[in-house]
Nanobody, 126 residues
Framework: QVQLVESGGGLVQAGGSLRLSCAAS????????LGWFRQAPGKERDFVAA????????TYADSVKGRFTISRDNAKNTVYLQMNSLKPEDTAVYYC???????????????????WGQGTQVTVSS
């Protein structure tokens, strides 16, 4: 049973930083990708960033390029999302997701991710 557990959300002022963590269990992801999506109230769940676990290649949404960094810790089976220079429009529930297909370039499509965490709230005040 695959489990993804997010942590690290909270309230931060604009310009501040947060680091989200996603602890994965239930299988190895050496040939898969893990990604972060976010959903603001009344909006769709949008892609943020993803990483191919095996080679480390990454993909980012244009809105977060240069501000967010996704990384992984093989020993801890954990994926991180370092978020810097946060803006009020980054406010959302952030979800970790796992794509069990083999793709060297991580997908940005929500429907290609098979497992999801419960989400963690990030609120950025102006």
């Amino acid at each position: 049973q695959v489990q993804l557990v997010e942590s690290g959300g909270g309230l931060v002022q604009a310009g501040g930083s947060l680091r989200l963590s996603c602890a994965a269990s239930g299988r190895t992801f050496s040939r898969n990708s893990l990604g972060w999506f976010r959903q603001a109230p009344g909006k769709e769940r949008d892609f943020v960033a993803a990483i191919f676990w095996g080679g480390g290649s990454t993909t980012y949404a244009d809105s977060v390029k240069g501000r967010f960094t996704i990384s992984r810790d093989n020993a801890k089976n954990t994926v991180y999302l370092q978020m810097n220079s946060l803006k009020p429009e980054d406010t959302a529930v952030y979800y970790c997701a796992a794509d069990t297909a083999f793709r060297r370039v991580p997908s940005i499509r929500r429907e290609e991710y098979d497992y999801w965490g419960q989400g963690t709230q990030v609120t950025v005040s102006s």
